[in-house]
Every structure is written in structure tokens, then in C-alpha cells.
């Protein structure tokens, strides 16, 4: 017979997976406690900071947990971090926090998880409660699941892509994407009345080699599985007032041993029509509504993330680029310490320099004064003279 605490137990656990359904969790997490990201504040408990001195320099990096960079996780904690779900509402996270992994039920901490033996846990509640857990992995040795002890709880299946780029979210378009280009080529942008700034777009490292690209969109490498962009070379180009605000935020965090990896900037408007249109409607938070044009059109939107100055290669984040999850929002309570740590830096830095994170894209970064330029829809070419590409004409130029 059970007793009247472990029924207390089973009932808390239930409760909160009723309601964590991916939107309310999300929801939920987007919650932060004296600048942290929910997982680190319910850990350390939250504070009121200090007022700052009128007199003293802002430092860019205050808020961030901890102040310097954290260890990474063990091995055997960093396989199992993920997204793992029981049907389509029963949602649970299992993040990493200073070497241990925690779990959250419905944005809240529930319990954490100590290791027994190979692939084999206890989730411990308090003092008093704990339950046998173990891991499923299929047969090259990847997690797949979690199966609870108790039949309450039963077995939870991994629902994230882990850190395998090939499975992440890719888009089987309705149409060719050759006909997809054809219909957006020959289509119009959306009228605007300005006035707007006179466009002069700056290719980023004809300012500065810190910032490194890899441009997906003129690759195969991206959630169409297909070279979108079809000049003959990968250039990143931006308004000149956010370029420059970018190269000041690149200089920040070059001391810290962090450049500046460049997926996309400006993006001509009809390769936005094109993502629209080829992503199905359940996907349509993560690409940009054409009717309305983005702040990519205009110049003043950039994806990125850090790579580490000693070995040229990417950080780590919670989730990747380009992933259409939950593991994309800037204030999801996954992943790693160290991970987190990374996504917040760069969303400091960037915030320090008139750029704010998407809500939905912890890459994507819009410059302050979007408003003030116009949807463009010039094709990028050559880098041109002096790294500038030549000024588009009062009417939006049409890609030929």
C-alpha cells in the first residue's frame, strides 16, 4: 500500500506534467529572476542587485551567472541533457547545473538526478523520496529515453536533436524550391512609405577578420537542405551603423577569447518569400511573414553565435541554429551550464551595442534603428569596392 507521501508525490509530479504542454512551458520559462534564466535562479535563489553608481561606466556583462566562464559538464551529464516527452503533453527538461542534472516539470525544479551505475539514476525529491530511473540507447549507443520506476511515470522519449546538426528540423517544401524561387523572383515586396536612410551596406569582414563565416543559406547545410542564395561566394553585409555596432561587440569579446561566427545578414526579400513559403504553417513563428518583410531585408539583422578565438571552432548553445524548438528561445532553461553561460554572453554584448535578441532565436539579433531603412531586395554579388555593396535605388530594386 502506498503511503500518504508518496501519494503526495505522484500527485505534485502529475499536476505538473498536466500542464506542461510545449507553449505553456515555454511560456513559463521565458521567466527570469535577477537576469538569470529560470533553471539558474531557482538554483542559486534570487537577488536584488545593487542600484549602480550615476558616475561608474555600465559593465555590459553584469547579470550574467557565474561572472566567469563555468566548467563544462562531464560527459556522461551531457548526453542526457535534453527535451524528453510522455505523449503529447507530458513534457519534462533535464539540464546540467555545476555538475549535477536537474529536472524541471512545467518550468519548475523538481528533483535531481544522481547517478547509481551505467545508465542507471535515482530522481531524488527532497529528503525523503527518490525513484529508479534508467536510460534507453538504441544500438549505436545514442539516449532515446528515460524510463521511471513507477508506472505513473513510465517511459519519456528524447523529443530534442541532441547535438546532431542531421537532426534538427529540416523542411520538405510543397513545390521545388527552383519553382519557389521563380514565384518569389517575379513577386513584389510590400509597399512602404519612408522617409528612410540613404542604404549603404557593409560587408562585415572587409572591417574586421574576427568575424568568420559560415553563411548556410549558400550551402546545402540549412532546414531547406538547399543553396538559396545563388551569388557565387558567402558575404555577410549590414547597414553601416549596425556593422559598425556589430565590430564594437566584436571587440568586446575578443579579450574574453570569443569572435564572431556570421550565418546571415542581409537577406534580399525574396528569399524570405521563399522560406514562407516552403515552411509549413506549424512553422511560420521561425521564419519572417513576407507581407511584412523583415529586419533582415532591410540590413539591420544578423544571425550569429561565438567561436572560440584558440580554436577557430563554434560554442556550444542550448540548442542550434536554425532548430525550430523550444531549445531556440533565448530564455529556455536547458542545455548545459556552460551553454547557457555562451548564450548569454553574447546576448549581453550584443544588447550593450543597440542589438536585441529575437524572442524566438537565440541568434538572431536586430539593430536599434530598423525602422529607418527600407525592405530591400537586391541580390547579393561581389563584395565590391571597399567591402560596400552599391546603394539600392529609391524603389526596391527586383533580383534579376
Known amino acids: 500500500m502506498q503511503s500518504l507521501r508518496h501519494r503526495?508525490?505522484?500527485?505534485?509530479?502529475?499536476?505538473?506534467?498536466?500542464?506542461?504542454?510545449?507553449?505553456?512551458?515555454?511560456?513559463?520559462?521565458?521567466?527570469?529572476?535577477?537576469?538569470?534564466?529560470?533553471?539558474?535562479?531557482?538554483?542559486?535563489?534570487?537577488?536584488?542587485?545593487?542600484?549602480?553608481d550615476a558616475n561608474e561606466t555600465p559593465n555590459w556583462r553584469e547579470g550574467i551567472s557565474p561572472p566567469s566562464k563555468?566548467?563544462?559538464?562531464?560527459?556522461?551529464?551531457?548526453?542526457?541533457?535534453?527535451?524528453?516527452?510522455?505523449?503529447?503533453?507530458?513534457?519534462?527538461?533535464?539540464?546540467?547545473?555545476?555538475?549535477?542534472?536537474?529536472?524541471?516539470?512545467?518550468?519548475?525544479?523538481?528533483?535531481?538526478?544522481?547517478?547509481?551505475?551505467?545508465?542507471?539514476?535515482?530522481?531524488?525529491?527532497?529528503?525523503?523520496?527518490?525513484?529508479?530511473?534508467?536510460?534507453?540507447?538504441?544500438?549505436?549507443?545514442?539516449?532515446?529515453?528515460?524510463?521511471?520506476?513507477?508506472?505513473d511515470f513510465g517511459r519519456y522519449v528524447r523529443a530534442d536533436a541532441g547535438s546532431d546538426p542531421k537532426g534538427f528540423y529540416h523542411v520538405t517544401p510543397a513545390k521545388p524550391i527552383e519553382m519557389l524561387r521563380a514565384e518569389a523572383l517575379v513577386a513584389k515586396p510590400p509597399s512602404e512609405t519612408g522617409p528612410f536612410r540613404k542604404t549603404e551596406l557593409r560587408e562585415l569582414t572587409s572591417l574586421d577578420p574576427g568575424f568568420h563565416l559560415d553563411i548556410r543559406y549558400a550551402s546545402t547545410n540549412n532546414f531547406l537542405s538547399t543553396a538559396v542564395y545563388e551569388h557565387g561566394g558567402a558575404y555577410a553585409y549590414l547597414?553601416?551603423?549596425?556593422?559598425?555596432?556589430?565590430?564594437?561587440?566584436?571587440?568586446?569579446?575578443?579579450?574574453?577569447?570569443?569572435?564572431?561566427?556570421?550565418?546571415?545578414?542581409?537577406?534580399?526579400?525574396?528569399?524570405?518569400?521563399?522560406?514562407?513559403?516552403?515552411?509549413?504553417?506549424?512553422?511560420?513563428?521561425?521564419?519572417?511573414?513576407?507581407?511584412?518583410?523583415?529586419?533582415?531585408?532591410?540590413?539591420?539583422?544578423?544571425?550569429?553565435?561565438?567561436?572560440?578565438?584558440?580554436?577557430?571552432?563554434?560554442?556550444?548553445?542550448?540548442?542550434?541554429?536554425?532548430?525550430?524548438s523550444e531549445r531556440s528561445f533565448p530564455e529556455f532553461p536547458g542545455g548545459t551550464w556552460l551553454q547557457r553561460w555562451n548564450r548569454d554572453l553574447l546576448k549581453k554584448a550584443m544588447e550593450s551595442e543597440g542589438f536585441a535578441v529575437d524572442a524566438h532565436e537565440w541568434w538572431h539579433f536586430d539593430y536599434k534603428d530598423w525602422k529607418k531603412y527600407p525592405i530591400l531586395n537586391v541580390v547579393i554579388g561581389t563584395r565590391g569596392n571597399g567591402g560596400v555593396m552599391p546603394a539600392a535605388t529609391s524603389e526596391q530594386e527586383k533580383p534579376h
Open 239 to 324: 547597414q553601416e551603423p549596425a556593422a559598425e555596432a556589430l565590430l564594437r561587440v566584436l571587440r568586446k569579446l575578443k579579450p574574453l577569447g570569443y569572435g564572431l561566427l556570421i550565418h546571415d545578414a542581409y537577406r534580399p526579400w525574396y528569399v524570405t518569400k521563399i522560406f514562407w513559403d516552403a515552411t509549413p504553417v506549424e512553422g511560420h513563428t521561425f521564419v519572417a511573414d513576407p507581407q511584412k518583410g523583415s529586419k533582415h531585408n532591410r540590413g539591420c539583422a544578423v544571425d550569429l553565435t561565438m567561436y572560440d578565438l584558440a580554436t577557430s571552432d563554434p560554442v556550444e548553445m542550448p540548442g542550434m541554429y536554425d532548430e525550430m
Open 70 to 151: 563555468p566548467a563544462d559538464a562531464k560527459k556522461e551529464l551531457k548526453e542526457l541533457v535534453g527535451i524528453y516527452r510522455n505523449g503529447t503533453k507530458r513534457e519534462i527538461i533535464l539540464l546540467e547545473w555545476v555538475q549535477s542534472l536537474h529536472v524541471h516539470v512545467g518550468g519548475t525544479f523538481f528533483g535531481a538526478l544522481e547517478p547509481q551505475q551505467r545508465d542507471k539514476w535515482k530522481l531524488r525529491m527532497g529528503r525523503n523520496w527518490e525513484m529508479d530511473v534508467a536510460v534507453e540507447r538504441d544500438a549505436s549507443g545514442k539516449v532515446v529515453a528515460l524510463n521511471f520506476a513507477n508506472e
Open 8 to 52: 503526495s508525490f505522484v500527485l505534485a509530479w502529475m499536476l505538473a506534467i498536466r500542464s506542461s504542454t510545449a507553449d505553456t512551458q515555454v511560456q513559463a520559462n521565458a521567466s527570469t529572476v535577477g537576469g538569470q534564466s529560470g533553471a539558474t535562479a531557482a538554483a542559486q535563489g534570487s537577488t536584488t542587485p545593487a542600484k549602480p
